[in-house]
């Protein structure tokens, strides 16, 4: 089994602080976390911190810290709520070199283990060890086993988005990727370690039309990995002013066949999945949830409103975007392209009010239609939508890549009448839905249909 | 048969009587006497009821038990990454005086990056000089470049006075965020303080001479 721990960056944040909180000290911060299976990968999602306050410290010092039985007492029942697993990290502020289990935790991390199995017995326990210098060390108890499995890939997911490599991870000794010829000038661009950043992810595009092909097109440009290409739509003659790679021979041909040969085409060697079907389909979801990032590009609320919840629940980062034309006898009435982040942590489609129920509900009830709003086919022109592609795409390599020099995730509303560009953000909504599904992963249902 | 009711203990469903005991409850789980029993208490961040062992409780149908122990964790120091000359220092040092640490040294000393913080928890303050201890936690900084480089000055608790006040060449600093008094040393060139500043050890020593001294030196 490889094992794998996503920490979205404001709980990231939040940890490391607290960690640090009295230097020299031992500290510990505990968390709960939900989980994705796929095969022998297994990613834990950390999704609620339990910062030790100082009256639950037994005593903590330079080179131990003890806390109180009631604090670990909740940590458990916190667990046993959320059929979670249990994250436990700590600093080592003396020890020299880079950060590592020690003996007092080898033998001590078993000994909690017996108790956490003993209420929890499905719950792994996760364990980390930070040091000052910034490097980690990561581990996992499985319920079956008392031996720990190292974590090869600690991932902090915002902006940017980047793999801590515990110090302990396998990977650690894989060989650096050479930047190929084709890659070198955008390397000079987003950094050299671009190349491999972009080659290791597995991106999920929702919708291969206008929008999502040249979203496609972009992603195997820039030499990106795998892509899994999910759409359930076949191509019409209506599509091929905009679908790119798309010709008069494709005319009935899933528009995901035309999107891995466009992707297979580029120079990147880029892996396709390509899924004619729904996202809440298992064959599409299956492939989804393992995905490194999802763009959503479809022209409907309810299948915008499934990869919301896809995101949130397996906490991928997800761009939202869409191009939304009105017209009147052959006059461009109103044109306004969207684009919307969703990051781990961060406001998702709901708390941004984006969902509308109405639509949704008209949506469902008519699901059986052409899939277009009201069975009218809505005016569309392929640079609009490439407007919006590009900015996308542009997102995702800061999220990834780290390039930019703005650190706030920013929705954006482009009218393209105005030629101006709005601020759409909005703020995460505590009471929203998402509260409940963020980073349970497998541990909670996703709505799928047979 | 009515006074039995179902609760949980641990992952286990078992039946015990309503009235009952830690102890009984805890057996009834399979555990063993080692860590604290628990009712888990309804909401996700509120602590749970601890239960004592002879304690008797009233259980009702549903109830959540489970036993815990503290969460340990630490980290033999490792002397290994230091100079090995201040690393036969520092047991040397902890012969000497009993508890000390050393750490890389906190962020709001200058140039911290290149010291370590060596701290004596329980300094021996000669008694009949006005000092109002009789010891202290003393720290001083030993540059990473140890045995080239010369020790200079230490810190103690600002509440560390003599004859109610500091001495010369004595002024208040912050170390890692808690308010320190520094005494400079400015041992002279040529002389045996500058070789003794050398050394931790020596160093170390020496600070028990400026105790000595009281203030005004």
Same mark, same amino acid.
Request: hydrophobic share 35%.
């Given at each position: 089994?490889n ?8 709980? &990231? ?14 500290? @510990? ?11 022998l ?8 911190? &339990?910062?030790?306050?100082e009256?639950? &410290? ?14 670990v ?11 979670? #697993? ?26 909690l ?18 040091? %000052? ?27 940017p ?18 930047? %190929? ?18 080659r ?19 992603? @195997? ?15 019409e003659?209506?599509n ?5 790679? @798309?010709g ?5 041909? %899933? ?9 297979a085409?580029t ?30 590009c479809?022209?409907n609320? #309810?299948?915008?409103?499934? @990869? ?7 906490q ?8 939304s034309?009105k017209?009147d006898?052959?006059m ?11 990051? %781990? ?26 899939? &277009? ?9 392929? #640079?609009?939508? #490439? ?8 997102e995702f ?27 759409a ?14 980073g ?11 | ?7 949980k203990?641990?992952?286990?469903? $078992?039946?015990?009587s ?38 008797? $409780? ?9 036993? $815990? ?27 000497? =005086? ?11 000393v ?15 303050i ?15 900084? $030993? !540059? ?6 010369h ?5 103690? !608790? ?18 890692n965020?808690? !308010? ?6 400015? !041992? ?5 303080t ?8 020596? =160093? ?14």
């Amino acid at each position: 089994m490889n094992y794998s721990l996503r920490l979205p960056i404001h709980l &990231y944040q939040e940890m490391l602080k607290d960690l640090h909180r009295i230097h020299g000290v031992e500290q @510990a911060v505990f968390g709960l976390a939900g989980e994705i299976s796929s095969g022998l990968d297994k990613t834990f999602l950390l999704r609620d911190l &339990y910062l030790v306050p100082e009256d639950q &410290y037994i005593s903590h010092g330079p080179s131990h810290f003890e806390v109180k039985e009631g604090f670990v007492s909740m940590v458990i029942k916190g667990a046993l709520i959320d059929t979670a #697993s249990i994250v436990m990290a700590h600093i080592h502020p003396l020890s020299s070199g880079d950060a590592n289990f020690s003996g007092i935790d080898d033998g001590y991390e078993p000994k909690l283990l017996q108790y956490i199995q003993q209420a929890l017995p499905e719950a792994h326990f996760i364990c980390m060890v930070h040091h %000052p210098n910034g490097t980690w060390a990561a581990r996992v108890y499985p319920p079956d086993r008392s031996r720990p499995a190292p974590i090869e890939n600690l991932t902090v997911m915002g902006r940017p988005t980047r793999n801590l490599l515990p110090t302990n991870s396998p990977a650690r000794n894989s060989p650096m990727d050479m930047v %190929p010829e084709v890659f070198e000038r955008q390397a000079r661009a987003l950094g050299r370690e671009s190349y491999r950043i972009l080659r290791r992810l597995k991106v999920g595009i929702i919708g291969l039309g206008g929008t999502g092909s040249v979203v496609n097109q972009q992603l @195997a440009h820039l030499g990106v990995g795998t892509i899994v290409q999910v759409d359930p739509d076949t191509i019409e003659e209506s599509n091929l002013s905009r679908l790119v790679g @798309a010709g008069s021979r494709d005319l009935g041909k %899933p528009k995901v066949d035309v999107a891995k040969r466009v992707a297979a085409n580029t120079a990147g060697g880029t892996h396709c999945i390509p899924i004619p079907c729904e996202l809440d389909k298992p064959e599409a979801f299956t492939e989804l949830k393992t995905c490194d990032v999802l763009f959503c590009c479809t022209d409907n609320v #309810s299948s915008r409103r499934l @990869a919301n919840r896809l995101a949130v629940q397996y906490q991928i980062p997800l761009f939202d975007l869409g191009v939304s034309l009105k017209s009147d006898n052959g006059m461009l009435r109103y044109g306004n392209g969207e684009f919307r982040p969703v990051l %781990p942590g961060g406001p998702c489609l709901e708390c941004m009010g984006v969902i509308d129920q109405d639509t949704l509900i008209q949506e469902v009830q008519g699901l059986a239609g052409t899939g &277009y709003l009201n069975g009218e086919r809505e005016p569309a022109v392929i #640079s609009f939508n #490439s407007l919006m592609a590009s900015l996308a795409v542009t997102e995702f390599l800061s999220v990834f890549t780290g390039f930019t020099n703005y650190e706030n995730d920013r929705a954006t509303i482009h009218s393209i009448l105005e030629g101006l560009i709005f601020d759409a953000s909005k703020a995460l909504d505590p009471d929203c839905d998402c509260q409940s599904w963020q980073g349970m992963g497998d541990k909670l249902d996703f709505p799928l249909r047979q | 048969m009515h006074d039995l009711v179902t609760i949980k203990v641990g992952s286990k469903t $078992v039946k015990i009587s309503r009235i009952a005991t830690g102890a009984e409850i805890r057996a009834a789980g399979g555990y063993g006497s080692e860590g604290t029993l628990y009712r888990v208490v309804p909401g996700k961040k509120t602590a749970n009821e601890p239960i004592a062992d002879d304690q008797r $409780v009233e259980c009702k149908n549903g109830d959540h038990f489970i036993v $815990v122990i503290p969460a340990v964790g630490g980290n033999e120091e490792d002397l290994n990454g230091l100079p090995p000359s201040l690393r036969e220092d520092m047991i040397t040092l902890r012969e000497i =005086f009993g508890s000390v640490t050393i750490m890389t040294c906190p962020a709001d000393v200058s140039n911290y990056d290149a010291f370590y913080l060596i701290t004596i928890e329980a300094y021996p303050i000669p008694p009949g000089k006005g000092w109002n201890m009789s010891n202290a936690p003393v720290s001083f900084l $030993v !540059p990473r470049k140890y045995g080239s480089a010369h020790l200079n000055g230490f810190y103690i !608790p600002e509440e560390l006075t003599c004859n109610g006040q500091h001495g010369a060449y004595a002024g208040k600093v912050m170390l890692n965020g808690v !308010p320190k008094i520094r005494y400079c040393w400015n !041992p002279s060139p040529g002389t045996e303080t500058t070789l003794a500043a050398r050394s931790a050890v020596s =160093f170390a020593e020496m600070i028990g001479q400026r105790f000595e001294l009281g203030v005004g030196q």
